[in-house]
């Protein structure tokens, strides 16, 4: 959500959620609301190839909010990708592509953001068609009811329709234009998967190809000089002290140093031409000083007859092999943290049974069709051991589904007519009927794998430190190696150490130089840049997989502080299905009358106790073979938040809540009305007053059993120091028995939506870091106002939305989940940047030549190479770590 001095919010919401929703939901936390319409905002993906460090993916960054029409641009370095949001009227994807390339690095389009009810369709059996064709059928499909707009791509003949899906669909879309033309459905290409196989394959080849001329060097080098008739045949001077060895090392090295390594070239220019610096500018300094400095050691060999100089060809090629070994690794590394957000994505099936049924019910057909093509209220038949394409409601049979992918919950659920379920689950057995109700990108599936894959690409805060310290990494690296040189070659010039250090075949350049190259390829500034966003895929990969979404580096980062946890009451502590367990009339009212005004009324509402009293009055007139007309007009209806309802029915004014709605309104409660309440508050229920035209005329008593598990998530919160308060709408007896119950001693009732963000600002005031548990949309300003929001999955989608972590089971342990994963992701990004930094500090001193003095060791360049490239391997096997990450023993047992 952003907002301005004109106290104008932007609130974005998925799709299951509608613009009435949220507006509802504003209104019932105090605001006035007035709607105003935003500019176009189109969103597409980038796969971004050349990326190295964080400097690489902040260069990105700045070369794309410059472009005219980009509203904001997000560039993750471990993902390799970029999200774009950009106003289409003014740009477009082409020249968003430009602008990377422009900055030095290569970019391919992913595929735009799912699109929310869209459709992609291409002609078949047409070579070419005239833009005015194309026109033509613009306008015709433009007509049908329920189209929004049309896009056309007249080379491709294609076409990306837009549409209402409360008025029409892609199959009936689809059916018009096939009408006169022959029309398939073309599905975008989202390319993330393919690429990352393709830069592994190339990283894989790279090495591959560098080892047929590096070995041979290494051979050449190291190994065959020792062997005496290899060794004298290589030390056979061609002319002057120019050896055989040394040309076959410069034929063999050529090709690796420049046409292997020409990324090295490529990057360090692009880095260099936007006055920046990342690891290909120390790589292609290090190899070039090696390669360069043995070309003069082959001129001086070739013009003199007593130059007996040593080249480092095999520095410069093993160097390049290695960091291509380690790139190679770590791509592979990275394609593995998203392997449980591509999990995700591959549950949906491809194709479903779409039945046809008349108006008495009975099918008259059953057709396979495409899952895209599903439009909601298709009645779709899913056979035994077959996937949900979509998400829907059961309306014929019973069988057991397994949720354990979308979940984490491997006990089956049983399914009945009227209950939901979610796309990618398996039905386990058993024929069902189902009608789907959300489909396309508003399936639960589609909107997790949105919601991680955001996730993802969002920065948390505690990458800052890497942001900050690459700023400088580079250009204090090329200083050390600088200074590095100059202290040993001075030194080593003036006599000051002895001339034993040098070892054979040396002087004290190449002593000097030696040192200076290993501090230039040992410094790694990849693995600070990779440390914190790689476990944050791991970790949000993982939460997903468990029944925890979390939605981002943000939310993972805060959840780790949390000492204290707010829990609303109805829906969270308790099962939210609150069942009416009694009523009684105050006056000589009717029962039937007292539950068609109920039915009335709370027909309106769509709070979880509003539900029980009409489910509760519809079946008592049924039980005395009544039944409501729903003749009255309801009319001036108003939602009192914390209180109740208010309405006019027919000529009557008629109040529907507790006993502040009924104070407020100075409806007076009589010594029978208030003995009710209190018997019923100390059993835990909740009373709902009646009152026509100012007088109570009756009362229902409604019971919400507490979950199983809260007393326990509670218990175990409290051996995590962490303190549990209840904060409800509910009056204070009904709200302090069920707090007794779960064990939670701090209690605030009788709050209403804008209190309850109250308490959690004045618990924040006292230092405290706050996370808010809710589910519904009178949560909403809490779980906004919280430091950490999170949502029960069974709540609404404004209380979805609001949240920061959404439990998808419903299930309260998954608190626990939550905040035990984000310290387990917390303490692994942590121990990646001692790792990172560990190494950096540690390693240039050593590459350095610090304890060459005393105690003989040196790191030649190829072997600082080797441990720069291992460095940024081991930070990505140490994020891949979080995927063995299990939930606390105590739910496991």
């Known amino acids: 959500m952003e907002g301005n001095a004109n ?156 549409y209402d899906p409360n008025l029409t669909g892609p199959r009936s879309i689809m059916s018009f234009i096939s009408a006169n033309y022959q029309a398939s459905l073309y599905i975008p290409e989202r390319k993330r998967d393919s690429e990352r196989n393709h830069e592994i394959k190339v990283y894989r080849n790279m090495f591959f190809w560098s080892c047929l001329f590096s070995i041979p060097v290494f051979i050449f080098s190291m190994v065959l000089p020792m062997i005496p008739p290899y060794g004298n045949w290589l030390s056979y001077k061609i002319h002057n002290m120019l050896t055989i060895g040394m040309v076959l090392r410069w034929i ?53 007859d007593k130059f007996e100089g040593q080249d480092f060809f095999e520095t410069s ?95 089956p659920v049983v399914k009945n007519p009227g209950d939901r379920v979610i796309s990618g689950t398996v039905n386990e057995n058993g024929c069902l009927l189902i009608k789907a109700t959300h489909v396309g990108s508003e399936t639960a599936l589609s909107q997790i794998v949105q919601i991680v894959e955001a996730a993802q690409l969002a920065r948390a805060p505690v990458q800052k430190l890497a942001d900050q310290i690459s700023k400088f990494f580079v250009p204090a690296v090329v200083l050390a190696a600088v200074v590095t040189w100059m202290g040993w070659f001075i030194p080593g010039v003036a006599g000051i150490y002895p001339k034993s250090w040098i070892p054979k ?51 993972l980062e805060k959840a780790h502080k949390v000492n204290t946890v707010v829990f609303d009451k109805t829906g969270t502590l308790t099962i939210g299905k609150p069942e009416v367990v009694s009523a009684i009339l105050f006056s000589r009212i009717s029962m039937e009358e007292f539950c068609d005004t109920a039915i009335a009324v709370e027909a309106n509402s769509e709070h979880p106790i509003a539900k029980a009293v009409v489910k509760h009055a519809k079946n008592r007139l049924q039980n005395h073979k009544s039944q409501t007309t729903n003749s009255a007009v309801v009319k001036d209806f108003e939602v009192h938040p914390g209180a109740g309802v208010g309405c006019k029915v027919g000529s009557k004014t ?29 059993l835990a229920r909740t009373c709902v007053l009646l009152a026509i035209d100012g007088k109570v005329v009756g009362a229902v008593a409604v019971t919400d059993p507490v979950k199983p598990e809260a007393a326990r998530v509670v218990s175990f919160l409290r051996s995590m120091s962490i303190r549990s308060i209840m904060v409800t709408g509910d009056n204070w007896s009904t709200a302090t028995a069920i707090a007794k119950e779960v064990g939670i001693e701090n209690v605030f009732a009788e709050t209403d939506p804008l209190g309850k963000a109250d308490r959690i600002k004045d618990l924040q005031a006292k230092g405290m870091v706050v996370a808010m548990v809710g589910d519904g949309i009178n949560d909403s300003p809490a779980l906004v106002a919280a430091d950490v929001g999170m949502a029960i999955g069974a709540g609404t989608d404004v209380a979805i939305e609001a949240a920061d972590i959404v439990l998808i089971k419903s299930n ?14 917390i303490s692994r990004i942590r121990l990646n940047y001692v790792w990172a930094l560990g190494y950096n500090v540690l390693g240039v001193p050593v590459a350095a030549g610090i304890l060459f003095p005393f105690i003989g060791i040196r790191l030649p360049p190829w072997l600082a190479g080797a441990c720069m490239a291992a460095s940024s391997v081991s930070v990505v096997c140490s994020s891949l770590l979080l995927q063995t990450y299990k939930k606390p023993f105590a739910y496991t047992r």
């Open 7 to 162: 106290e104008d919010l932007i609130i974005p919401f998925l799709q299951q959620s509608n613009g009435e929703t949220v507006k509802e939901a504003m209104e019932v936390a105090g605001f006035q609301i007035a709607e105003f319409l935003e500019q176009d905002i189109a969103v597409c993906r980038l796969k971004i190839k050349g990326m190295s460090c964080t400097s690489c993916s902040e260069s990105i960054e700045s070369s794309l909010l410059i472009v005219e029409g980009v509203k904001k641009a997000v560039v993750g370095l471990a993902l390799e990708e970029a999200k774009i949001n950009y106003d289409p009227n003014i740009t477009n994807t082409n020249q968003i592509i430009e602008a990377v390339v422009d900055a030095g690095f290569e970019a391919d389009l992913i595929g735009p953001e799912i699109d929310a009810n869209k459709v992609h369709i291409k002609l078949e059996g047409i070579n070419f068609i005239s833009p005015q064709d194309m026109v033509s059928i613009k306008q015709s499909v433009e007509s049908l009811n329920g189209v929004n707009h049309v896009e056309t791509n007249t080379e491709e003949c294609r076409l990306t329709i837009g």
């Open 252 to 304: 063999l090295c050529t090709p690796v140093q420049f046409f292997i390594g020409r990324r090295f070239y490529v990057g360090s220019y692009h880095a260099l031409r936007r006055k920046s610096a990342n690891m290909d500018v120390l790589v292609a300094l290090g190899t070039n000083a090696a390669y360069f400095y043995s070309i003069y050691t082959i001129i001086k060999a070739l013009f003199s």
């Open 317 to 411: 090629t093993m160097l390049i092999s290695f960091i291509l070994l380690g790139k190679y690794l770590e791509s592979t590394a990275k394609g593995k943290t998203s392997a449980a957000l591509a999990k995700l994505a591959e549950l949906a099936p491809d194709t479903a049974c779409l039945l046809t049924m008349n108006d008495e019910g009975n099918i008259l057909s059953e057709t396979e069709i495409n899952t895209r093509l599903i439009e909601r209220n298709d009645v779709l038949k899913i056979f035994p051991g077959s996937k949900f394409p979509v998400d829907g409601i059961v309306i014929n049979g019973q069988g057991y589904v397994n949720e354990s992918m979308i979940t984490g919950e491997a006990t």
């Open 505 to 555: 075949a040396m002087d004290e350049f190449e002593l000097a130089l030696q040192f200076g190259i290993s501090v230039l390829v040992v410094a790694c500034p990849c693995a600070l840049g990779l440390a914190t966003p790689t476990a944050v895929m791991v970790a949000t990969g993982k939460g997903a997989s468990q029944g925890v979404l979390i939605k981002g580096g943000n939310a």
């Open 654 to 682: 008629v109040l529907v809540g507790n006993k502040k709605l009924m104070r407020s309104f100075n409806v007076s409660l009589s010594p029978e009305v208030e003995t009710y309440f209190s018997d019923n508050e100390n």
């Open 812 to 825: 309260l342990e998954d608190v626990i989940t939550a905040i035990d994963l984000s310290k387990r992701t």
